[in-house]
Each structure stands twice: as structure tokens, then as C-alpha cells.
């Protein structure tokens, strides 16, 4: 049976999609866990001070699509 997976935008560990719990609001990017949500928005809360929206405006909704960083 077909089991996709994501990675952790923090960590890049595969997960299970059925097993996502943490993602950001979009779903865009999925996190492994509590803690690298908290690193994830954390580093965008910065980022926000810095003026970078990119983020906003890349919303690929592809699942498939490596985030390149
Ligand atoms: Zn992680």
C-alpha cells in the first residue's frame, strides 16, 4: 500500500502523512514534532523583522516538491 511521507521542514525526518500533527497554517511545510514547530515559527517570527515574506508568496501546494533551502 502507498505510504507518503513528508519531511520535517526542521529536521527533514520522514513522516508519515497520516501522522502529521504539526504543519503550518497553509500545510505548506509539516514538522516532525512539537519542538521543530516551535524552531520553525520562532525562525519566521525573526524573519518577519527582517521584512522576508517569500514564504507567503511560494505557497506550492505540491506535497511532492522538495523545499529548497
Ligand atoms: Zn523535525
Known amino acids: ?20 500533527k504539526y504543519h503550518t497554517a497553509d500545510g505548506s511545510k509539516i514538522f516532525c514534532g512539537p519542538k521543530c514547530s516551535l524552531d520553525f515559527h520562532q525562525r519566521k517570527n525573526n524573519e518577519k523583522t527582517n521584512n522576508n515574506i517569500k514564504d507567503f508568496n511560494n505557497n506550492n501546494s505540491n506535497i511532492t516538491t522538495s523545499t529548497s533551502d
Not at 513528508?6 to 502529521?20: A, F, G, P, R, Y
Open 1 to 20: 500500500m502507498f505510504n507518503p511521507t513528508m519531511k520535517c521542514s526542521e529536521c527533514l525526518t520522514d513522516v508519515n502523512q497520516l501522522d502529521i
